[in-house]
Nanobody, 115 residues
Framework: QVQLVESGGGLVQAGGSLRLSCAASGIIFSMYTMGWYRQAPGKQRELVARITTSGITNYADSVKGRFTLSRVNAENTVYLQMTSLKPEDTAVYYC?????????WGQGTQVTVSS
C-alpha cells in the first residue's frame, strides 16, 4: 500500500518560511520523480516543483528563487523549503510520486500566508 504523508503546513505571515515534508512508503522511493502541487480555492491544481530520480529540479515561475525542493532517498522523504512566502502562496499543497504513468498523491497539507 502506497502512502505519501505530508507535514509542515500551517499559518505564517507574509515574508515568512515553512518547510514541507513528504514521507513515502510502499514504493521504491529512489525510482520515482517526486513533486509538490498546490490548489487554491477556485483554482486548478498546479505544479510547484518536482525533482527527478537523478536530482534534477524544476520550479514554477511563481516560486523560483523562493522555494527549494530536495530529496533524501535514505529517508524516503522529499522536502520543500519555502521562503519569502506571499499571500498568493496560500493553498493546499499535495505531494506526488510519479513513475512511468503510475501516480500517487498525498492527502494534502494546508499552507496559509497572511498579509
Amino acid at each position: 500500500q502506497v502512502q505519501l504523508v505530508e507535514s509542515g503546513g500551517g499559518l505564517v505571515q507574509a515574508g515568512g518560511s515553512l518547510r514541507l515534508s513528504c514521507a513515502a512508503s510502499g514504493i521504491i522511493f529512489s525510482m520515482y520523480t517526486m513533486g509538490w502541487y498546490r490548489q487554491a480555492p477556485g483554482k486548478q491544481r498546479e505544479l510547484v516543483a518536482r525533482i527527478t530520480t537523478s536530482g534534477i529540479t524544476n520550479y514554477a515561475d511563481s516560486v523560483k528563487g523562493r522555494f527549494t525542493l530536495s530529496r533524501v532517498n535514505a529517508e524516503n522523504t522529499v522536502y520543500l523549503q519555502m521562503t519569502s512566502l506571499k499571500p498568493e502562496d496560500t493553498a493546499v499543497y499535495y505531494c506526488n510520486a510519479e513513475r512511468y504513468g503510475s501516480t500517487y498523491w498525498g492527502q494534502g497539507t494546508q499552507v496559509t500566508v497572511s498579509s
